[in-house]
């Protein structure tokens, strides 16, 4: 068991090292960086910073709460992380120039925030006697641990909505399905729940886009076989819609739509920084049959796939 002063030393440490890697992502999109820049901030803030957040309230902030001198600070620490989500769900949707606005405004809130739980909490826990620094760490681990097996808290605080809670449910459940080794099965159920919210709450399809990006890490196997048409090259005129510059966001939505102009026959080759298989479980999920999915370019840094949609079945 750690002592108070080694979970003090531990906590500062992962904080510094938090903060680090916020600021690196935020320099590369300042510096230019295209829509990978901001898919890396995205994912690294959904898969460190707010898990961690998260675990915080119910772990460090839930005894500091209990300080008469502690519990306002404890509720403005609460209301940065709520801040934090909300940039960042503007981030996942933000033009180039808004993006770098965003990015920013997360560095700044997140080194205040650091700075205050740094000077103003841990010293006081770490000096009161009827506090064990080292047990609180072991269950804020706990409750990481839990978060990412899709037992505990979601990443992102749910929508106050019934929609929302509901969804919070199904993502649960593919969260437990890929910790149990059904990642094929997982990434299927959050791309039936995608197509069921995404027109009418495009906010919450972006929840489960990001939460796709992370389940098709536990695919053991290649996705849902699916029926392709001949190869394809750029040379048959096909369109070319490049998605790497737009943030993730705007990106499924863009070759949604293009996908929804095209004529019966016809395809368009898209271009991406990554492995495009949420993108395949959600075209299986809204258009099972109705489309083909030919592989051009398979990474490492560019993919290029052929997306046609399929004529009619006869009769």
């Known amino acids: 068991m ?3 002063a080694q979970a003090l030393e531990a906590m500062l440490g992962h904080h510094a090292a938090l903060e680090e890697g916020v600021s690196r992502r935020v320099a590369t999109i300042e510096a230019g960086g295209d829509g990978a820049s901001m898919a890396e901030l995205l994912s690294y803030m959904a898969s460190e910073v707010l898990p961690h957040a998260i675990a915080e309230e119910q772990t460090i902030y839930k005894v500091a709460a209990q300080r008469e001198n502690l519990a306002a600070t404890i509720e403005g620490m609460v209301e940065e992380h709520r801040q934090l989500s909300a940039h960042l769900d503007r981030l996942a949707t933000a033009d180039e120039r808004s993006a770098i606005t965003e990015a920013k405004a997360i560095e700044v809130l997140f080194r205040d925030h650091v700075a205050k739980e740094n000077e103003r909490i841990l010293p006081v826990l770490a000096a009161d006697a009827g506090v064990n620094l080292g047990t609180l760490l ?3 681990h706990s409750a990481l641990e839990a978060a990412s ?3 505990g808290e979601p990443v992102a605080a749910a929508p ?3 929609e929302g809670a509901l ?9 437990a399905l890929a910790a149990a080794g059904e990642g094929d099965r997982a990434c299927r159920l959050a791309a039936e729940a995608w197509t069921l919210v995404r027109v009418g709450r495009p906010d919450l399809g972006v929840h489960v886009t990001a939460a ?3 389940l098709v890490r536990s695919v053991t196997a290649e ?3 699916l029926t392709s048409g001949p190869a394809h090259s750029e040379a048959t005129g096909d369109s070319i819609l490049d998605v790497r510059k737009l943030a993730p966001a705007q990106r499924h939505e863009t070759i949604f739509a293009t996908y929804a102009a095209l004529k019966p026959g016809a395809g368009f080759v898209l271009v991406n920084d990554h492995d495009p298989k949420p993108l395949r479980y959600q075209f299986e999920a809204e258009h099972s049959g109705e489309f083909t999915w030919d592989v051009i370019e398979a990474g490492p840094t560019v993919w290029r796939i052929r997306v046609g949609r399929s004529f009619p ?3």
């Open 212 to 214: 796709m990006h992370k």
């Open 160 to 162: 106050a909505d019934t």
């Open 223 to 225: 996705p849902v076989k």
């Open 167 to 175: 969804l919070r449910l199904v993502l649960d459940g593919a969260f």
């Open 149 to 151: 097996l899709g037992d």
């Open 313 to 315: 079945a006869a009769g």
């Open 2 to 4: 750690m002592t108070s």
């Open 138 to 140: 072991e269950t804020m």
